[in-house]
């Protein structure tokens, strides 16, 4: 068994959609035993490997990804990175502003680096969390590092870009 710590939102959502709950035990191939008071889900699974998967499963749903991306982490080719903006700074107005930054006006910051690494970014509490082939996460967490330490949006797709040309020849 396997124990997962997740925000209280992201569990009461669960509590509140049983459909969403089957969908998470199914891509995670586990049953999930949900704690609403202390935060955490079990995981109870047939064997270490299906817990094992689960717990990435879970830990990015938990993250804000919805549970059809954060099933591809079934895919031995896709992993989850978390960036942690507080270890850049723990100023909670700092936090915020690059939060809105990295989102973008009506999202297309974040739209924009996800289709340019073809991966998938979330946002969320004071993370940035990546899910993706390798290569797809190093140039997602290239354009998130330049926002977060400041550099504007056209570097960071200036560094993406320049990662990508160096990656085909």
Known sequence: MERVFIPKARIMKLFGKRDLLEQLEHYSDCKLVLNKDENYIDLIGKDALSEYIAKDIVFAYGRGFDASV???????????????????????????????????????????????????????????????????????????????????????YKRMASLKEKGTE
């Not at 591809?72 to 270890?87: A, F, G, H, N």
């Not at 930054?101 to 009506?106: E, H, N, P």
């Not at 297309?108 to 993706?132: C, F, H, K, P, Q």
């Not at 797809?136 to 590092?145: F, L």
């Open 70 to 156: 954060a099933a591809k982490l079934r895919d031995d080719e896709y992993y989850l990175k978390v960036i942690d903006i507080r270890d850049y700074t723990r100023n909670s107005g700092r936090i915020k502003r690059i939060k809105s930054r990295l989102i973008g006006a009506r999202g297309r910051a974040r739209l924009n680096i996800e289709e340019m690494s073809s991966g998938y970014i979330s946002i969320y509490g004071d993370t940035v969390s990546i899910i993706g082939t390798t290569e797809q996460i190093k140039s997602a967490q290239i354009a998130a590092e330049t926002i977060i330490k400041g550099g504007s949006h056209k570097l960071a």
